[in-house]
């Protein structure tokens, strides 16, 4: 059963940096991993996600982060970053990694099989 934990979020001011990280108890290059966010009263929304064919990692953005946020992957140690920078407020929410079997990037949340429980990341002054 793989386990997801995230960690990272925090208070920060419009316009800063925030990095989150995702460890996985046993996930390996077999997943794909991505990062969703959900604020409140509203749906949750795919942001990232990385997979791996062979040796090269593939990264994928939701247009209103790219540029801004870089997702990257350690094998070896488990773990899958967020690096979130200037962060605006309304993407204050609650973030969550999720993992699924596979090669292939996808969008919907439904098609995850695995999550963590999420961190808080809210921009504001």
């Known amino acids: 059963q793989l386990q997801l934990v995230e960690s990272g979020g925090g208070l920060v001011q419009p316009g800063g940096s925030l990095r989150l990280s995702c460890a996985g108890s046993?996930?390996?290059?077999?997943?794909?991993i991505a990062w969703f966010r959900q604020a409140p009263g509203k749906e949750r929304d795919w942001v990232s996600c990385?997979?791996?064919?062979?040796?090269?990692?593939?990264?994928d953005y939701a247009d209103s982060v790219k540029g801004r946020f870089t997702i990257s992957r350690d094998n070896a140690k488990n773990t899958v970053d967020l690096q979130m920078n200037s962060l605006l407020p309304e993407e204050t929410a609650v973030y969550s990694c999720?993992?699924?079997?596979?090669?292939?990037?996808?969008?919907?949340?439904?098609?995850?099989?695995?999550w963590g429980h999420g961190t808080q990341v809210t921009v504001s002054s």
């Open positions: 990385i997979s791996r064919l062979g040796s090269t990692n593939y990264a």
């Open positions: 046993g996930f390996t290059s077999d997943y794909v």
């Open positions: 999720a993992a699924r079997r596979g090669t292939m990037c996808r969008k919907k949340y439904n098609e995850y099989d695995y």
